[in-house]
């Protein structure tokens, strides 16, 4: 699918299940970018990277950017670090990165962490850590939007539906459902849900 798009330039944010194979067609004939987690299926290069990022927060402030936020009931601090990278980590590769969500109450307490490592790559001049925190956090919202939703608020994964083509299109009245929500400006999909249990109510989106 990407050998077919014109994409110089462009960055894309990809997750674990995607290789070095990609990363050298993205970077190679297709002239543009990656921002890439590693993880258990890229373990060379995760503990690569892993050793290149270690140390104390004091050692690593120039090339570290903290981001907070504040929805949902709770509170989420983003804190990423980089270092320089190269090609015998990743094909394409210029930095690494070490990213690590704490995520909390409301009143300041944090209740969990998790770290994640990745690459790039975008060198150092174009995208800071800054910008590596904000193509991360991008690249969630699309399961936040869509894949979460329909496993959580839809109860996809709950399904019984299993015969012919039938599943296929249940997904796609989801994603019929979710758009029409979103194009009514209803951004929390579960209130819209409720609110929208009447039928009239429910035609009125559509301006039926």
Known sequence: MLSQLSIPGMVFTLDALHTTKTARLITGPLHGHYVLVLKGNQPLARTAAQALLTGKDAEWVQTTAVEDDCGHGRTERRTIRTAPADDEL?????????????????DGTWTSKEIVFGVTSLPG?????????HYERSHWSVGNRLHWVRDVTFHEDN???RTGTAPR????????????????????????????LDHDHAFAVYGI
């Open 90 to 106: 990743f094909p394409g590769a210029h930095q690494v990165f070490r990213l690590r969500r704490d995520t909390g109450a409301l």
């Open 125 to 133: 001049d174009l995208a800071g850590p800054e910008h590596l925190n």
């Open 159 to 161: 399904s019984q539906v």
């Open 169 to 196: 299109v249940l997904a796609s009245l989801r994603n019929l459902g979710i758009s029409a929500f979103r194009l009514a400006g209803r951004a929390n999909i579960a209130h819209a849900r409720r609110d929208l």
